[in-house]
């Protein structure tokens, strides 16, 4: 299940998406993050899902390919659809089971939350699928370096991020490594009570955290004896260019925004 | 107990884009009571393929037989605890799969698991962390305290305290300083002779390959290309060259002997020892 597993990985191509400016990409998830707020009804998130539709076709990548990577966060969705279900309390009775009733609002509510759940969750799997850890942060200090004037540390910021992005894949591997070592010892994840599972976690979780812990310190020296001393007085070797696409993928983002507000508001 | 692939393959993310063939086609048998080396350059699959061994991963395609268990492609696989008991894997850099608070815990964390009381496994812990080559007087520290040689030592401690019929060695050796490797490969020689334990050794070392196997198996690029007695092997350089592999340094020195004398011995000579007899015996005629 771990390798299927595509949050927070890259997958090189070449697509419109691929070749857009990290910051158009930024600012286009972030947008979009926002604007799907404002869809309240069928239609609002019917237009959401298109567009997120057409963008996914933007990436080159296979919409079957994203949903079967994205299996284990679609289990969360699918835990907070049920959560919805049970516990909002308006409008009349659909089902009454007797422990539990199912109310007319808790069905609208948990379909319209897990929708922009899942459709959130695919645009910034998007920019991650799509975008370089190393763009990503390029682009995230490149938007954020007005904030320096404030003693904002954009670049310390970025350069977090990149370190964590870049260790995903890293310490997934390494999970199933160690996973493996100890099943090898007769530690059994996948069966018995659940007491014993959650035991099973231990030898699996430490020696993962004094690895994560060791690997860092060695970032830090490696960074150290090489002379990193912050963003100040850098140059940079990639450099950002935006180009007209980047332009219309925000315009389209915009159209969006007015389309769900047309709908929320005046139809 | 013998150990049967046949036809193995396996695919990493089967099915997705990552999809990738690390293993192909590969067909050979791990006989009872033998030292097997596998050898092969980095990526040749020969991790991967140790893993099918005690059932750690199922072949995508292809059989892997066990003893008297088959693990097939395709076939959902119940309680395969008994196999991981018998074949017991010291990974790659296996100090890294240490967590108890103390060595004499992380000792009895496997046998443990496969039913030995409390009592006995720390018997064994005791017995095997001498095996190893450390104090007793380890046993009671964390260890996150030991130096990395001594981890190593301890996580291997570890692996031999479930006292397997099989066990298999991924690179044992990789990273140790050179006295180190050598008492660890002839303290697991030694078990081999002695208990008749089944040797699976993965090594870069061709001098390992050639001590102690008694078969070696070549992988290159997730294939079987190769299978032969040391002897055999070795005795072909050039071959081994075509898979970016080389022959151990006493071959080379018997090859520079036989071109300088422009004679040729009657046989490859697989250690220093040998050499230098077949020199003994042949020394005037050269
Ligand atoms: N967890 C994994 N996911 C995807 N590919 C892998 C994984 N482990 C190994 N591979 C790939 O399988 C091939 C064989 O690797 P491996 O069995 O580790 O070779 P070796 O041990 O001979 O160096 C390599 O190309 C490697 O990149
Ligand atoms: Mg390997």
Sequence with gaps: ?267 | MDIVLEQVEYRYAANSPFEKKAVEDVTFKIPEGQCTAIIGHTGSGKSTLLLHLNALLKPTSGTVQIGERTVKAGRKEKDLKPIREKVGIVFQFPEQQLFEETVMKDICYGPMNFGVSEQEAKKRAAFWLKEVGMPEEVLGKSPFDLSGGQMRRVAIAGVLAMEPEVLVLDEPTAGLDPRGRREMMEMFYRLHQERGITLVLVTHSMEDAARYADKVVVMHKGRKVHEAPPRELFSDTARLAEWGLGVPEVVKFQRMLEEKTGKAFPKVCLTMDELADMLKQGGESL
């Design chain 1, 1 to 267: 299940m771990m390798e299927k597993m595509i949050f927070g990985r890259y997958i090189p191509a070449d697509s419109i998406a691929h070749r857009m400016d990290p910051r158009a990409k930024l600012i286009f998830v972030f947008a979009f993050i926002a604007i799907i707020f404002i869809a309240n009804d069928v239609w609002g998130y019917v237009i959401a899902a298109a567009f997120t539709y057409i963008s996914v076709k933007m990436s080159g990548l296979s919409l079957r390919f994203l949903i079967s990577g994205l299996k284990p966060v679609m289990i969360l969705i699918a835990f907070t659809f049920l959560l919805q279900l049970f516990f909002a309390r308006e409008g009349n009775v659909v089902l009454d089971l007797g422990f539990i009733q199912v109310y007319e609002e808790g069905i609208r509510q948990a379909f319209f939350i897990s929708m922009r759940f899942t459709l959130l969750v695919f645009m910034t799997s998007l920019l991650t699928l799509t975008t370089t850890p190393i763009s990503i942060t390029d682009g995230l200090e490149s938007l954020l370096n007005p904030l320096k004037k404030i003693k904002f540390p954009a670049h310390e910021l970025a350069l977090m991020m990149s370190i964590a992005l870049r260790f995903i894949p890293t310490l997934m591997d390494e999970t199933d490594k160690i996973m493996k070592a100890q099943m090898a010892r007769g530690s059994d994840m996948s069966s018995g009570p659940l007491k014993d599972r959650i035991k099973a976690i231990v030898p699996l979780m430490i020696p993962l955290f004094v690895n994560a812990f060791k690997r860092a310190e060695d970032l830090a020296t490696a960074m150290e004896v090489r002379g990193y001393r912050g963003g100040e007085g850098r140059t940079k070797y990639r450099l950002l260019f935006w180009k007209a696409r980047d332009t219309f993928a925000l315009l389209s983002l915009v159209l969006l925004a007015g389309a769900l507000a047309a709908f929320r508001f005046w139809i």
